[in-house]
């Protein structure tokens, strides 16, 4: 079976940082392209980041360009997001997914509020 955790989130303020984590299990991951995506309330869920089964490549949405930075450890079949300047609008549950989409985990949750 097919099980993506995420973990890591919590409440912060305008400006601070978060590293969310993804441990990811019951396919090969290591030859998985990954990817973050989020989605608040009322609004649809979008992608985030994207990053290459090796790790040698990293797409962001513009919204988070210069602040997050996806990465992965293929050693310890986990995916990574480290999020710093957080600002209100990233509120949102963050999941974890491949690029072919398995069965979405339960995600974790991100609160950034002043």
């Known amino acids: 079976q097919v099980q993506l955790v995420e973990s890591g989130g919590g409440s912060v303020q305008p400006g601070g940082s978060l590293r969310l984590s993804c441990a990811a299990s019951?396919?090969?991951?290591?030859?998985?392209?990954m990817r973050w995506y989020r989605q608040a309330p009322g609004k649809q869920r979008e992608l985030v980041a994207t990053?290459?089964?090796?790790?040698?490549?990293?797409t962001y949405a513009d919204s988070v360009k210069g602040r997050f930075t996806i990465s992965r450890d293929n050693a310890k079949n986990t995916l990574y997001l480290q999020m710093n300047s957080l600002k209100l609008e990233d509120t949102a549950m963050y999941y974890c997914?491949?690029?072919?989409?398995?069965?979405w985990g339960q995600g974790t949750q991100v609160t950034v509020s002043a």
């Open positions: 019951g396919f090969t991951f290591s030859t998985s392209g």
């Open positions: 990053i290459t089964s090796t790790g040698g490549t990293a």
């Open positions: 997914n491949a690029i072919i989409r398995y069965p």
